[in-house]
């Protein structure tokens, strides 16, 4: 009797442990999280390099835009369409009243989610401790602006805080007060500081928030307006492009992504044929600018701007094939339209930072509802698009088109995971990282395919 009890029990708990594992998949949309396969669905190994998809273009040579073209297009996105700033014409003077009202909305927005500082919900106090942070009540009336050279790839953040906010306990490769980061070199203009003057609030020709002071360097505006309107700058052309003290290269002082850029140096004494000197700047210890020559491997820079041809990009584009996929560019590395950003750098062609304002720019060839059917979508893709040249926009993300292949349209882009039909949910395979897919992937899925969510095709061109 007793061992007919236990086999019942055995049995009825097993049931439990079944029933319930059943009721959380169908109770979630989707579950945690499955490895991607290496080769993704519907490629080959020949479709992951620049080679097959230059051989697959019409006119990999034609130069999209000149240098006077590329200079326009840069214009109507600054200046009309006022998605990215020209830091050599910030005022020195702006409103204190604006700054304490953006500051006010940024907190609004973020106290109004549920997030989770590691496993715990944040709490009202810490947005009370984020507001005493920013040290609102000492911003005057009428700033004077400040300028600065970032001096060490430095995080660009919501808050003025190392701390990190996530939608989800476990989604930790999703901080969301991270905005940014801004490599070695970039200009920044600086609006204010945090009350433990650990933080500045900073703005770049794409971005706004705070950094960390020790990452930035005290200029004037004219070293940054030569830096931006030099023809011919030093421009890294690698994934990661080392920077080093020494012109053997043995000395390393940081590394820049692909598309930032340097000031020449102008009477270079370089006895090494392999090294390219620039002028890096450096933080002296009262936090003031000095340039120094610093030295890059020829290999990985390129002296003024590629020029814009599909070759160009997909050659660029591929340099970055499998880089980490990085949130805001958490950990050195890029996201969906940081990585479109970098690749158009290498030109001159400077889109704006975030996926919303990139599908905003160049020539529009078409807007989709959603529900529009498939076939019209691949119909464009196959007659208008153009591969390299085109970007492929879904709520949330964005990808650089490459052509297609037996009438199947295939991108290029940086991706934390794709989605597929499970038992009772959606199963989640990380990438985590740059990738070549068709436009299918996803298909199945709640969410859909990349093709159905396709929302806006725009070429970045005239």
Same mark, same amino acid.
């Given at each position: 009797?007793?061992?007919?009890?236990?086999? /019942?029990?055995?049995?009825?708990?097993?049931?439990?442990?079944?029933?319930?594992?059943?009721? #959380?998949?169908?109770?979630?949309?989707?579950?945690?999280?499955?490895?991607?396969?290496?080769?993704?669905?519907?490629?080959?190994?020949?479709?992951?390099?620049?080679?097959?998809?230059?051989?697959?273009?019409? /006119?990999?040579?034609?130069?999209?835009?000149?240098? *006077?073209?590329?200079?326009? /297009?840069?214009?109507?996105?600054? @200046?009309?369409?006022?998605?990215?700033?020209?830091?050599?014409?910030?005022?020195?003077?702006?409103?204190?009243?604006?700054?304490?009202?953006?500051?006010?909305?940024?907190?609004?927005?973020?106290?109004?989610?549920?997030?989770?500082?590691?496993?715990?919900?944040?709490?009202?106090?810490?947005?009370? *401790?984020?507001?005493?942070?920013?040290?609102?009540?000492?911003?005057?009336?009428?700033?004077?602006?400040? !300028?600065?050279?970032?001096?060490?790839?430095?995080?660009?953040?919501?808050?003025?805080?190392?701390?990190?906010?996530?939608?989800?306990?476990?989604?930790?490769?999703? *901080?969301? &007060?991270?905005?940014?980061?801004?490599?070695?070199?970039?200009?920044?203009?600086?609006?204010?500081?945090?009350?433990?003057?650990?933080?500045?609030?900073?703005?770049? +020709?794409?971005?706004?928030?705070? $950094?960390?002071?020790?990452?930035?360097?005290?200029?004037?505006?004219?070293?940054?307006? @030569?830096?931006?309107?030099?023809?011919?700058?030093?421009?890294?052309?690698?994934?990661?492009? *080392?920077?080093?003290?020494?012109?053997?290269?043995?000395?390393?002082?940081?590394?820049?992504?692909?598309?930032?850029?340097?000031? =020449?140096?102008?009477?270079? +004494?370089?006895?090494?044929?392999?090294?390219?000197?620039?002028?890096?700047?450096?933080?002296?210890?009262?936090?003031?600018?000095?340039?120094?020559?610093?030295?890059?491997?020829?290999?990985?820079?390129?002296?003024?701007?590629?020029?814009? +041809?599909?070759?160009?990009?997909?050659?660029?584009?591929?340099?970055?094939?499998?880089? =980490?996929?990085?949130?805001?560019?958490?950990?050195?590395?890029?996201? #969906?339209?940081?990585?479109?950003?970098?690749? /158009?750098?290498?030109?001159?062609?400077?889109?704006?930072?975030?996926?919303?304002?990139?599908?905003?720019?160049?020539?529009?060839?078409?807007? !989709?509802?959603?529900?529009? =059917?498939?076939?019209?979508?691949?119909?464009? &893709?196959?007659?208008?698009?153009?591969?390299?040249?085109?970007?492929?926009?879904?709520?949330?993300?964005?990808? &650089?088109?490459?052509?297609?292949?037996?009438?199947?349209?295939?991108?290029?882009?940086?991706?934390? $995971?794709?989605?597929?039909?499970?038992?009772?949910?959606?199963?989640?395979?990380?990438?985590?990282?740059?990738?070549? +897919?068709?436009?299918?992937?996803? @298909?199945?899925?709640?969410?859909?395919? &990349?093709?159905?969510?396709?929302?806006?095709?725009?070429?970045?061109?005239?």
């Amino acid at each position: 009797m007793i061992d007919k009890t236990l086999k /019942f029990l055995k049995y009825f708990i097993l049931l439990f442990v079944f029933l319930a594992i059943v009721g #959380c998949a169908a109770s979630h949309q989707e579950k945690l999280y499955y490895v991607a396969p290496t080769q993704i669905p519907h490629t080959n190994r020949l479709m992951k390099t620049a080679g097959f998809w230059i051989g697959q273009h019409p /006119f990999p040579d034609r130069v999209i835009l000149n240098p *006077d073209e590329i200079q326009e /297009f840069n214009r109507v996105i600054r @200046e009309e369409l006022k998605l990215t700033r020209d830091l050599s014409q910030y005022p020195s003077e702006t409103s204190g009243k604006e700054l304490r009202n953006t500051l006010k909305k940024v907190l609004d927005k973020f106290s109004q989610q549920d997030l989770y500082l590691d496993y715990l919900k944040a709490s009202a106090q810490f947005y009370r *401790d984020m507001m005493d942070q920013m040290n609102m009540d000492a911003i005057p009336e009428t700033i004077k602006v400040k !300028f600065g050279f970032v001096v060490h790839l430095t995080d660009h953040r919501f808050f003025p805080t190392t701390r990190s906010l996530y939608a989800k306990p476990e989604d930790i490769d999703f *901080d969301e &007060l991270q905005n940014s980061t801004l490599d070695v070199g970039r200009g920044v203009a600086i609006l204010h500081q945090s009350r433990d003057k650990k933080w500045y609030y900073v703005e770049t +020709s794409l971005t706004s928030g705070w $950094a960390r002071v020790e990452d930035i360097a005290l200029t004037d505006q004219e070293k940054i307006k @030569e830096l931006i309107q030099e023809k011919n700058p030093v421009v890294a052309i690698s994934a990661k492009a *080392d920077i080093f003290l020494d012109s053997q290269m043995t000395k390393p002082y940081d590394y820049v992504r692909m598309g930032a850029r340097f000031l =020449p140096e102008s009477t270079p +004494s370089v006895n090494n044929p392999d090294a390219v000197a620039i002028m890096l700047p450096t933080r002296d210890d009262q936090g003031h600018a000095i340039l120094r020559t610093a030295y890059m491997n020829a290999a990985e820079v390129h002296q003024g701007y590629l020029t814009y +041809s599909p070759r160009t990009i997909i050659e660029q584009a591929f340099k970055l094939l499998n880089a =980490p996929y990085g949130w805001g560019g958490m950990n050195g590395e890029q996201d #969906c339209s940081r990585f479109i950003q970098e690749v /158009f750098a290498t030109t001159g062609v400077f889109l704006p930072r975030n996926s919303t304002d990139q599908k905003k720019v160049g020539h529009i060839l078409a807007e !989709f509802k959603e529900g529009t =059917p498939l076939e019209g979508k691949i119909n464009l &893709l196959n007659t208008q698009a153009v591969g390299a040249t085109t970007l492929l926009y879904l709520k949330g993300h964005n990808m &650089l088109f490459l052509g297609t292949v037996d009438k199947n349209p295939y991108a290029i882009h940086a991706t934390w $995971a794709y989605r597929e039909r499970g038992p009772g949910a959606d199963i989640v395979r990380v990438l985590n990282r740059v990738v070549v +897919s068709d436009l299918s992937l996803g @298909e199945g899925s709640r969410k859909g395919s &990349l093709l159905k969510r396709l929302l806006v095709v725009n070429h970045i061109g005239n």
